[in-house]
């Protein structure tokens, strides 16, 4: 049984940072994809950040050179580490994860339609 949940949301000023964590259960990460996504209302949720099949990170260019995706396969947590934050970064951010049939890679996490969420975790960020 899959379970995401979303910690370490809250308010801060433009150009300030924040660690974002994602406790993961019922997640391998030879079996599936995993990585982070925000929403804002009025908006369709948008991927930020995930962590490849080979290991590799992969951002939006929205986030890129800002934030970090890492995962403690020890502790199942998935963390997202974001500095220079900006007004446009506000938003719900979840934890996603979609299970990866054996033989599929990058493209299928980039493409497929992801299934698992968290409960999210809201970012502000004032200017």
């Known amino acids: 049984q899959v379970q995401l949940v979303e910690s370490g949301g809250g308010s801060v000023q433009s150009g300030g940072s924040l660690r974002l964590s994602c406790a993961a259960s019922?997640?391998?990460?030879?079996?599936?994809?995993i990585g982070w996504f925000r929403q804002t209302p009025g908006k369709e949720r948008e991927a930020v950040a995930r962590?490849?099949?080979?290991?590799?990170?992969a951002y939006s260019d929205s986030v890129k050179d800002r934030f970090t995706i890492s995962q403690d396969d020890a502790e199942k947590t998935l963390f997202l580490q974001m500095h220079s934050l900006k007004p446009e970064d506000t938003g719900m951010y979840y934890c996603?994860?979609?299970?990866?049939?054996?033989?599929?890679?990058?493209?299928?996490?980039?493409?497929?339609?992801?299934?698992?969420w968290g409960q999210g975790t809201q970012v502000i960020v004032s200017s």
């Open positions: 962590i490849d099949p080979d290991g590799s990170p």
């Open positions: 019922g997640v391998t990460s030879s079996r599936f994809c």
């Open positions: 996603g994860a979609v299970r990866r049939p054996h033989g599929l890679g990058a493209d299928f996490c980039a493409h497929t339609t992801w299934n698992y």
